[in-house]
């Protein structure tokens, strides 16, 4: 069955920086799409970083300039560098997993599979 682990995340004061990290287990398959969202406390799970199976990114505007996604195959592993973080980044990290692609890599509904979670909390 497939599965998805999140790992990486902590706590760092504003400006600093975090890698997090998605491994991918039980597919038999090409590599699918991988995505990162995030849910902050009283707030909705919102996109952050989207990599097709061929490589092509896709950021939100909030992150744009601080957030890089990348992906090794050979590792099945999917990353999440964030840079020159803020407050507003402070939320549990989700990963996800989709094997078609028929929208956006925005659109939870179209993600078939989902990790537990890092947190990630920035002081000010």
């Known amino acids: 069955q497939v599965r998805l682990v999140e790992s990486g995340g902590g706590s760092v004061q504003a400006g600093g920086s975090l890698r997090l990290a998605c491994v991918l287990s039980?597919?038999?398959?090409?590599?699918?799409?991988m995505g990162w969202f995030r849910q902050a406390p009283g707030k909705e799970r919102e996109g952050v970083a989207a990599?097709?199976?061929?490589?092509?990114?896709e950021y939100a505007d909030s992150v744009k300039g601080r957030f890089s996604i990348t992906r090794d195959n050979t590792k099945s592993t999917v990353y999440l560098q964030m840079n020159s973080q803020k407050p507003d980044d402070s939320a549990m990290y989700y990963c996800?997993?989709?094997?078609?692609?028929?929208?956006?890599?925005?659109?939870?509904?179209?993600?078939?599979?989902w990790g537990q979670g890092t947190q990630v909390t920035v002081s000010s």
């Open positions: 996800a997993a989709r094997f078609y692609e028929p929208c956006g890599g925005f659109d939870q509904f179209s993600y078939d599979y």
């Open positions: 039980g597919y038999t398959s090409a590599p699918p799409s």
């Open positions: 990599i097709d199976s061929d490589g092509g990114v």
